[in-house]
């Protein structure tokens, strides 16, 4: 492991990868989108919206489907000037809230559940849900196969509240399975999570796959290893549909109108493209070049 790389993992606190003896080989966002599992305009979307340390929740029913390793990834858009706070266990105080300056904490929970001591649940993860309603900026994985099945989750077992939901911006949901024809792993569609008018949690799907998600996984996430499906039916070579007008109502959530949100969507999806052209791959030099964008 080169120094630069060494440097960059050790950003990640011991447990951060999980139930693995090794962390995984960690991959950059430019990276991430030379893959079936995300596309450039949506990491350039995930991009404005951590770089103003907004929500952001990754779920998938299965493991091993990049979750943690795509939020290591957005780390990097985080403001020079933010705290990372690396929240683990059931217990978390917050003690420290008093202590770092309004608006520049960000909340990092590897994995939020009751799989692992080290991983967030109960009290901790209550309450980070609660500091996300509240505008803390929160970067968590869970399990679930759908957005209404995670919903449903942190609300009967976490107590959660249509603010803290709405909290989490965005939320992207994951698929990850094994065929014949080797592993299926990609992002299956992405929510907008904010109020209405009567302060009613209520969604707006930024966009999909085209055609239909893969079939219901739920239970996979007990097995040690994603499950085995006789075909991917297609879903891998699909295009990622996104909707202009949900990214509408994302641009007012963020304070910006929706051309102005467009624009930048547009020059970060040209520049991370750039990068990739460039070869500018590693996590370390995406990294420096995100800091000089």
Partial sequence: MTGALAAWFSRFPDGWWGYHWAPPRPMSAVELIGTPTIDARLMATLWAVVAR???????????????TTALSALVDFLPDDTTGIFVRGWWEEYEWLEEIPAGTGYLLISEMSDHLPVYVWGRAARGALMLAGKGWGLGATMHADSLPEALAVLRSDLGATDVDLAGLTVYLQYSAYETPAGMYRRVEEAWHLRLDEQGTLSPVRLGAIAGDRSPSLTGAQRLPSPPMLATDGGRLSR??????????????SLGVGPDDLEREVAQRTAFLESLAERGICDPPSVNEALREF
């Fill in 53 to 67: 340390r907004r929500s952001v929740m990754l779920s998938s029913e299965a493991p091993q489907a990049g979750k």
């Fill in 239 to 252: 295009p990622f549909v996104h909707d202009p007008a949900a990214y509408a109502v994302l641009a007012a």
